[in-house]
């Protein structure tokens, strides 16, 4: 059975304060490891895809990374509008479009 | 684009009701999900169509669960008899194809109360 294990389950940064959310998975044959952003009363918000080990994406201060049992989304001198939940999700090969969701790291940036 | 619409946006019950929610995924897209959210178990997927055909289900908890797609338009999610282990928050996604590189649009989704 695929899993997901996100950690930690909140983080309380400084504004300017880099840190790093981890995603760890287990899945039978990675087609695809996926993160997405969601703010309080929304549905969740597409941000990256990673397919395969080595491989990097970024976008504005966020930046994904993948091995071949986690990922890390780096998080560079954050400001207080990336606050929100992150989630990581996996699609198994085989599986169709079916994702396994993470139960998220709540993420605060303060002043 | 008006994205994914769902609604009610929100839904207070009694034990007992029946509660139909509603989807309409982003016009074009051919792939249609419907994942619940609680704090305990995160977001987990209940169902999945393609081409208004069900994919699958084995995500659904129980019979008291049924999901449609009449059309490529529209889905419905019913819980019959609804129980307050239901109260969640349910949630509408869509994507375009069927490949990997297909993202997954989510709606706003619709906040379950069961009394």
């Known amino acids: 059975e695929d899993q997901v294990t996100q950690s930690p389950e909140a983080l309380r940064l400084q504004e300017g304060e880099s840190s790093s959310l981890n995603c760890s998975y287990t899945v039978s044959g990675l087609r695809g490891l996926f993160w997405y952003r969601q703010d309080p009363g929304k549905g969740p918000e597409f941000l990256f895809t990673?397919?395969?080990a080595g491989e990097e994406k970024e976008k504005e201060r966020l930046k994904a990374t993948l091995t071949k049992k986690e990922s890390f989304l780096h998080i560079t001198a954050p400001k207080p509008e990336d606050s929100a939940t992150y989630l990581c999700a996996v699609q198994a090969r085989g599986g169709g479009n079916k994702l396994t969701f993470g139960t998220g790291t709540q993420l605060k940036v303060e002043l | 684009d008006a994205g994914v619409i769902q609604s009610p946006r929100h839904e207070v019950t009694e034990m007992g009701q029946e509660v139909t929610l509603r989807c309409k995924p982003i016009?074009?897209?051919?792939?249609l999900f419907w994942y619940r959210q609680t704090m305990m178990r995160g977001l987990e997927l209940l169902i999945y169509?393609?081409?208004?055909?069900?994919?699958?289900d084995s995500g659904m908890p129980e019979d008291r669960f049924s999901a449609k797609m009449p059309n490529a338009s529209f889905s419905t999610l019913k819980i019959q008899p609804s129980e307050p282990r239901d109260s969640a928050v349910y949630f509408c996604a869509s994507t375009h194809g069927w490949g990997p590189t297909e993202t997954q649009y989510f709606g706003p989704g619709t906040r379950l109360l069961v009394l």
């Open positions: 990673l397919y395969s």
């Open positions: 016009s074009g897209h051919n792939s």
């Open positions: 169509f393609n081409n208004n055909v069900p994919i699958d």
